[in-house]
DNA sequence: ATGGTTGCACAGCAA
């Protein structure tokens, strides 16, 4: 099974890019954040011509989150269970062939100083409660999605730079400690060591010609997952060309 | 340190 994540910013504008990518990659599950749309806009017949089926979280103008499946979503839940009803929409979870899926769009946090970046810190130990009450760690379960965290140096091109600053805070990192610690782990390390492995890069100041990149798109597994796991790659290309999202693919293979 | 770019929606916010 092929899982995919991808913040595309903005399903309606990325419509070309994202339909293409889906039919050369043909991932069996893909993760979409910051889909930019209401429910009934969002643009469904190229992906069911593909064969896919789809559960979709969306909203006006912000945030927004789906799961297309080539094989039928079970069980599906939106957002964090102790969420007001106009919170925004920030999680979607699923089953697929037996796997958990939550699908998540982590709060930017804007600054360390400012209220969003407490509502970041709030929403990580709310989403470690929700794994806590609705799953266990011996389950089959990934969490992906886009985790404005950047977790180790490896994971940022310029670290001294960023250390300090969102994505990169060391509250953010003790939040996502708390998560990885019921039980998760970062797939993308079983196959890969090496830094420079980024899935993000600011449209500003040319960063992605710079290659002023982080990994903040992660895929995590529990344990099982972990050992299902015989691949994970970052489809970098998608940030090449016209008008890309500021975040690409990453995907993982599943056996 | 500041301001740089993009999307939505048509000013200014969020990222």
Redesign the pocket.
């Known amino acids: 099974m092929i899982v995919a994540t991808w913040n595309v910013?903005?399903?309606?504008?990325?419509l070309e890019r994202v339909v293409g990518w889906t039919e050369r990659a043909r991932p069996d599950v893909l993760c979409l954040q910051?889909i930019?749309?209401t429910d009934d806009l969002f643009p469904l017949e190229p992906f069911t011509e593909l064969g896919y089926h789809a559960e979709i979280f969306g909203q006006?103008?912000?945030?927004g989150v789906a799961i297309l499946s080539q094989t039928p979503i079970t069980k599906v839940v939106r957002n964090l269970p102790d969420d007001p009803e106009d919170a925004?929409r920030r999680l979607i979870a699923g089953t697929v062939n037996k796997v958990r899926i939550v699908n998540v769009y982590v709060?930017?946090?804007?600054s360390p100083e400012s209220e969003?970046f407490v509502y970041k810190m709030d929403w990580l130990a709310r989403l470690r409660a929700f794994l806590e009450k609705t799953a266990k760690p011996s389950d089959p379960l990934l969490l992906l999605g886009d985790f404005?965290i950047a977790p180790e140096e490896r994971d940022v091109r310029y670290p001294d730079l960023w250390r300090g600053h969102i994505h990169f805070h060391p509250k953010e990192h003790e939040a996502l400690a708390r998560i990885t610690s019921w039980g998760l782990h970062d797939l993308l390390r079983k196959h890969h060591e090496e830094g420079g492995l980024y899935s993000w890069w600011?449209?500003?100041?040319l960063a992605f010609q710079k290659n002023n990149g982080l990994r903040i798109d992660l895929i995590l597994g529990t344990r099982k997952m972990l050992d299902r796991c015989t691949g994970v790659e970052i489809f970098r290309d998608e940030r090449k060309g016209e008008?890309p999202s500021?975040h690409v693919p990453v995907v993982a293979a599943i056996k």
């Open positions: 910013n903005s399903v309606r504008s990325r910051e930019k749309t006006k103008t912000y945030n925004p709060p930017n946090g804007q969003k404005n600011d449209y500003r100041q008008s500021d």
